[in-house]
């Protein structure tokens, strides 16, 4: 088995390729890899749909909606919805999940089935809660005191997707640490799954917000990039990370399940 860790320089992230022990896919291994490293990035495993299944359900309740096939998984497969970002080919910003779809997302899975001329397409994970240290104290109050909404542009894909604003908490509060909530934005010039904004604050000001956050969050200190490979499966803790992902062109047929808090 081999092992490498940490995956960014802030310290987090594990991967892990040629396991040969079925021991360390235990609920007790993978759960204190996750509390320890917040991210797992499995390479090349030899799996069928099914055992990502069984394997994901030792963890709790999976999400489940109308938008997920067999109720359960999120396909991601560009091809299939070429008009929305989040199923189709755009760039998604870092973000967490779960924010416009009605459950707590504790973690995440996403499992590569297939891919062919691939061109840009790298998942990347954020260890937003150490950056957030590096938030200016300005944006910490704002995101404390007024919080950000969402407004739904993939409507055909979002559960919460009336033309309105959805508010959230700026922060939220995990094993008594204060992490940071949401993600990033969309560039004006740019094809967006949603907005996002501040609450009660300017355009401009909470624009340049999030130019600032950006610069902190995609900091090569913080952010791991993964280039997928057929079998292979990012696990990532949804509190402690953020993800996003590169446009790309070629084919790429992904499946992303949740475990629910
Ligand atoms: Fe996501």
Request: aromatic share 12%.
């Amino acid at each position: 088995m081999k092992i490498q860790s940490p995956l960014t320089k802030s310290g987090i992230g594990i991967e892990v390729a040629d396991i040969d022990n079925a021991d360390f896919f235990s609920v007790k291994n993978i759960t204190e890899l996750l509390n320890k490293h917040h991210f797992i990035a499995f390479k090349q495993l030899d799996w069928s749909i099914e055992n990502l299944h069984q394997f994901l359900s030792k963890f709790g309740d999976l999400v489940r909606n109308e938008k997920r096939k067999d109720d359960t998984m999120l396909t991601l497969d560009g091809s299939q919805h070429a008009k929305e970002v989040l199923r189709g080919k755009g760039r998604m910003p870092l973000h967490r999940d779960g924010l416009l779809m009605e459950d707590n997302v504790q973690f995440v899975a996403i499992f590569c089935l297939d891919l062919q001329d691939l061109e840009g397409g790298r998942t990347f994970i954020s260890d937003s809660a150490n950056a957030f240290e590096n938030y200016p104290k300005e944006i910490k109050e704002a995101l404390a005191n007024n919080g950000f909404e969402l407004t739904p542009l993939d409507t055909n894909y979002y559960l919460k997707n009336e033309a309105k604003w959805y508010p959230f908490n700026g922060l939220i509060e995990r094993n008594g640490q204060t992490l940071p909530n949401g993600g990033l934005h969309f560039k004006r010039d740019e094809t967006a799954s949603y907005n996002v904004r501040f609450c009660n604050i300017d355009e401009e000001t909470s624009y340049q917000y999030f130019e600032t956050l950006e610069k902190i969050l995609m900091h090569p200190d913080y952010t791991y990039y993964h280039t997928w490979q057929r079998g292979d499966m990012l696990l990532f803790d949804n509190y402690y990370v953020m993800h996003g992902r590169e446009a790309y062109s070629g084919e790429r047929s992904l499946i992303q399940m949740q475990v629910k808090n």
